[in-house]
Nanobody, 114 residues
Framework: QVQLVESGGGLVQPGGSLRLSCVAS????????MAWYRQAPGKQREFVAS???????NLADSAKSRFTISRDDVRNTVYLQMNSLKPEDTAVYYC????????WGQGTQVTVSS
């Protein structure tokens, strides 16, 4: 069955870095754009970044210059490198195709706090 498994979250101080990973199984990966989303407490899920099958990337304004999205089509994995983290980046991070076309995974919690 289709499964998205996110990992790599944790507690980090402001200014720190984390690298998130998401492994997709049970679904074609290579031909499709993949994206990262996040949901902070009490807020709606929001788009963070996407990467197309050809490597074209798109980032939300809040992520530009700090986050980098990449993919490994051999490992069916999409990554999100997050640098210069801020408290407002605190959220549960999810991967999916655009528009949430696949069943959502459990996400990975990112907490930015001193």
């Amino acid at each position: 069955q289709v499964q998205l498994v996110e990992s790599g979250g944790g507690l980090v101080q402001p200014g720190g870095s984390l690298r998130l990973s998401c492994v997709a199984s049970g679904v074609l990966f290579r031909p499709y754009t993949m994206a990262w989303y996040r949901q902070a407490p009490g807020k709606q899920r929001e788009f963070v970044a996407s990467i197309s099958s050809t490597g074209y990337t798109n980032l939300a304004d809040s992520a530009k210059s700090r986050f980098t999205i990449s993919r490994d089509d051999v490992r069916n994995t999409v990554y999100l490198q997050m640098n210069s983290l801020k408290p407002e980046d605190t959220a549960v991070y999810y991967c999916n195709r655009p528009y949430g076309m696949l069943p959502w995974g459990q996400g990975t919690q990112v907490t930015v706090s001193s």
